[in-house]
């Protein structure tokens, strides 16, 4: 193991999650998201519900301490051992006009609704989400607690982290294929060379126009400050501009 890296404690899995399972609930759906942060790109989210009395797998953890290389590998063995799981996105254009917390609840729904078998119990990376829209145990930290939010953490990293890929042949100039759309040196350069493409976040890319003109330097300009929470929205039905079956495609069998 390389120096710094923190070896993953499988036996925190044997929490949160066992005391619901004493109280009969089976089948816990773990949700998280990922793309909060990015000045490109959609928000992601995966809903997934991990077979219970089953061994955690191993290797597994929150995706951010995973390098990309171990993250592929555990989204194919995540997939297959999985008894439901499900894959949302809500679009830069609904993050621009709901704000990004509440693009993130709606990529959420949209991946709870996406599961093919309801849940007796959701669990959630974070705060608790009044407009999530189900009942549900919010945990902070909660992709390095339990198992079932990791193996979602690492679903929704790996299903954006392709779609940015894909998009970087077509926009060379913002390193997407490395950064995934967030705002290093490279991709705020990109910005100030190219400007912004209909896939960039316009407030956030406002926001970095603003630190530049102050006096960031590239690196400071890219940090993006994400809210923890905001006004509950009231989503539609059928809300427009989904993305999700676009991503979709991109998780094969």
């Known amino acids: 193991m390389a120096a710094g890296r923190r070896e993953p404690r499988y036996a925190r899995w044997s929490g949160i999650e066992r005391e619901l399972r004493k109280a009969g609930v089976l089948l816990i759906a773990g949700v998280d998201e990922v793309g909060r942060g990015s000045l490109a790109g959609p928000v992601v989210a995966s809903a997934v519900i991990m077979p219970p009395g089953v061994p955690a797998i191993r290797g597994v953890d929150d995706s951010k301490r995973l390098t990309r290389k171990e993250r592929e590998k555990l989204f194919v063995r995540i997939r297959e051992r999985a008894v439901a799981f499900g894959i949302g996105a809500a679009s830069v254009r609904e993050i621009d006009t709901l704000n990004i917390f509440n693009a993130s609840v709606l990529a959420m729904r949209r991946a709870l609704a996406r599961l093919a078998i309801h849940p007796d119990h959701v669990l959630v990376d974070g705060r608790r989400l009044r407009s999530l829209g189900v009942e549900h145990t919010a945990v902070i930290d909660g992709d390095a607690k339990c198992f079932n939010v990791a193996c979602a953490s690492i679903l929704a990293k790996v299903t954006r982290d ?92």
């Open 162 to 253: 392709r779609l940015m890929t894909r998009l970087s042949v077509r926009y060379p100039d913002f390193s997407w294929a490395s950064n995934c759309g967030y705002g290093t040196a490279d991709h705020v350069r990109g910005l100030t060379r190219r400007g912004a493409t209909v896939h960039h976040r316009r407030l956030f890319v406002a926001a970095v126009e603003a630190r530049l003109r102050a006096g960031a330097s590239l690196e400071e300009a890219g940090e993006v400050l994400v809210p923890i929470d905001a006004p509950p929205p009231t989503f539609p039905p059928t809300p427009v501009g989904d993305v999700t079956p676009h991503l979709v495609t991109l998780a094969p069998p």
